[in-house]
C-alpha cells in the first residue's frame, strides 16, 4: 500500500503547481542528479521577434507572409511568431498539402506555390543551394518554388527566472545540466552559458535528442535519476524515455502533458527545484 505520506508529497506538490502523476515519481524526483533541459518554450519564452528579412528573389513583405500561410498549420513556437510577425489575417484556404518536419521546418503549398520554410537541413533535404546566414538568431531559410527566396532572422528571450531556476537546481543536490535542442549552435551556446548550464547539444533532430538522453543514462547510472524538461514540441518521445519527464503545463502541447510524469502549471522552470525539494522532504517521512 502506498504510506500517506506520499499523498501527503502529491498534495503538497500540487499546492505548488506540479502535478506529480503518482507516488513513484516522488521517489524518482528525489534521487534526481542530472536534468536536461530542452531550449525552445522549456528555458525560453518560446515567443520569437523577428530581427531581419534578407530576401533575395521577392520583397520582405511577400517572404514574411509565404512563412506565416506556409507556417499557419502549425503549432511549434516559430510558427505562432511567424504569423505574429505577418499581422494579417491569414485565409487557411490558400494553403495546401501542409507537411511539417519535425525538428526542420515546414513545406506547404500556398496559392499552389511550394513554400519551404526551415533550417540549413530543410534546405538540404530538398536540395536547395542557400546563402550562409552567420547573424546569430534562428535563421528562417525560405524557398519559393524550388528556389532559394531569402531568410529570416528571429530570436527569442529566455525566462525571466531561468537563471536563478539553474542555480536552484545545484543547490537541491542536482550534480549535472543539460540543454539539448535542434536550434544551432551559437544561439544553443549563448543561452547555455547565459543560464550556467553545464553541458549543450545543439543542432539535434528528435531521434537526436532520444539518443542524446539514452547516453546521459548510461553515464548517470552511479549518480542518481535522469530527468527531462521539455513543452512537448518535438520532444515526447524524450519525456518519456527519461527517468523521469517533467513538461511545461500551460504553454506545452498536450502530447507533452500526456507523455510526462510531472507537469509544471505554470511553466515555471524554478519549480523543479521546488518540486525535488518536496519529494525529497516526504521521502524522509515514509524512511
Ligand atoms: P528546440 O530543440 O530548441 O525545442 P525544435 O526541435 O522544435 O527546437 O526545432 C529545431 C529547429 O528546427 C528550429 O530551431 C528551427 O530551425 C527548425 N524548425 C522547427 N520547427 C520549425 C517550424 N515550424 N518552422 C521553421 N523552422 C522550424
Ligand atoms: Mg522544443
Redesign the pocket.
Known sequence: SIPLSFFAGIGGASNAGVLVKGSNYLETLSQTKTVVF?????L?QGVFEVNGIHHHEMENEKLVEYAALA?SA?S????KS?QRAYGREIDRSRVTDVQ???????IAKVDGVEVA???D??MDRLGVPYIPCHSVG???HMAVGGKYAGHIVISDVVKPHAREAVQALRSAGVHRTVM?????KP??DQVAQSLGIDQVYAE???AG?VEKVEELLLDNSERGKLAFV??G???APVLSRADIGIAMGAMGSDAAIEAADVVLMDDDPAKIAKAIRISRKCLRIVY
Open positions: 530542452d531550449k525552445t518554450g522549456t525560453t507556417e502549425s511549434h513556437p516559430i510558427s511567424l511539417e518536419i519535425s525538428g526542420s521546418g515546414v520554410a526551415g533550417n537541413k530543410l534562428t535563421i528562417i539539448l535542442t535542434g536550434d544551432a544561439v544553443a539535434l533532430l528528435p535528442k521539455g513543452d514540441i518535438n520532444d
